[in-house]
């Protein structure tokens, strides 16, 4: 007698609480993936504006900073600069000419800065001079430019530059800077687009020539 026996394969599939369990793992990874990506992303465009500020300010630090030391003239024009105006002042045959920004949101928040060559180092700084050239990038405004001589030197100056990088929405105020009286602001961290916002101030002295 031939006893034809069948074999009994256990070919075992996934079942639907596995499949389920799977996708979640996967969901979660994907997701846990795209938030890394995203604080990667914020981390990198806020130390490419941050970056971008610091170079501005040191700049133009380094720029006043040498029209003192190499200039043939005393400062002349609006010194100290005062709060919340738009004026200019020259070191030897170099005009500065800036606008500084007001309290959010009642005063202008435009500022500017920029740079003219004068005809001769005793020009009248009243008058504008030739080859302007702007000092600070788009979105950048003024918060501080303090160009003072330190009482009781004959030719020290101290400088303080401090800008900020950021659309109105990104910044909140600081209030009145104890020293220059300038209104100052800052960064706010709460909001949206944060990354897109950077404060840099720099801080030095220098000796004139004259």
């Given at each position: ?104 949101p009642v005063a202008p928040t435009t ?33 501080t430019l303090y160009v003072s001589r ?61």
């Open positions: 007698m031939v006893v034809n026996r069948v074999k009994n394969l256990n070919n075992k599939g996934y079942t639907i609480v596995e499949l389920l369990v799977a996708t979640a793992v996967f969901s979660t990874v994907i997701i846990t993936v795209s938030v890394m990506l995203v604080q990667i992303s914020r981390m990198y465009y806020k130390g490419t504006v941050l970056s971008k500020t610091q170079n501005s300010a040191r700049e133009i630090t380094e720029d006043i900073s040498n029209s003192l030391k190499f200039g043939s003239s005393a400062v002349r024009g609006d010194m100290p600069i005062p709060a919340n105006a738009t004026g200019s002042f020259c070191i030897g045959s170099i005009r500065y000419k800036y606008s500084i920004i007001g309290v959010l500022s500017a800065l920029s740079r003219e060559k004068l005809n001769n180092p005793n020009a009248d700084c009243s008058v504008p001079g030739s080859d302007s050239k702007d000092m600070l990038d788009d979105n950048m405004r003024i918060n330190v009482t009781g030197s004959s030719g020290l100056y101290r400088i303080i530059v401090d800008i900020v990088y950021g659309e109105d929405e990104l910044l909140t105020s600081l209030g009145s800077d104890a020293e220059t009286g300038h209104n100052l602001q800052s960064c706010d961290g709460q909001v949206a687009g944060s990354q897109w916002c950077a404060r840099s101030r720099y801080e030095t002295f220098v000796s004139t020539r004259l």
